[in-house]
């Protein structure tokens, strides 16, 4: 079994970024693609980056040896505002605690649009499933957090998020 730090990097890492939301409702709704089936989009947890970089690595090599081309998205539970400090102030008032070794932002939508990036960059998974914490911050996310991650260069994804 291959793992991240046995795994080969292509330097002409081609995957394109997913980007996927949970809604309330308990939907997924998937913005970076028209897919309605998930059948090769895998979702993992991760205690920190480093674990979601093996694990992706892993996945990756255990779906080659069986022909298939999965794509990984790691969980990210977020909290945004227009303002850090906010944000910060916005945790103690949940009602619901997070999810036990699960990834968190807690910043402002530039800061979680950069992460995203960052975390594809650096080739750790092929995306995210965000999971953002109140109503309000799925709003944010809708209308702040994409918009600037629609700026970014990359392969296939400027103005195709849904």
């Known amino acids: 079994m291959a793992t991240f730090s046995d795994s080969y990097v292509d330097i002409a890492y081609t995957r394109p ?21 998930h059948d090769h989009v895998v979702r993992i947890t991760a205690s920190d980056l480093r674990d979601a970089g093996r694990r992706t690595a892993t996945l990756h090599a255990e779906g080659a040896a069986r022909g298939e081309d999965l794509t990984v998205v790691v969980d990210l539970e977020v909290m945004i505002d227009l303002d850090v400090r906010e944000a910060r102030n916005m945790l103690p008032d949940l009602d619901t605690p997070g999810i036990p070794n699960s990834l968190r932002y807690v910043g402002t939508s530039i800061g979680l649009a950069s992460l995203i990036a960052d975390i594809h960059a650096l080739r750790l998974t092929d995306g995210v499933t965000l999971l953002p914490m109140t109503k309000r911050v799925l709003g944010l996310i809708l209308s702040e957090a994409l918009p600037v991650l629609e700026t970014m260069d990359f392969e296939g994804l400027t103005g195709k998020l849904i």
């Open 17 to 37: 970024l997913r980007v996927m939301v949970q809604q309330f409702d308990g939907s997924l709704r998937d913005l970076t693609s028209n897919e309605t089936e």
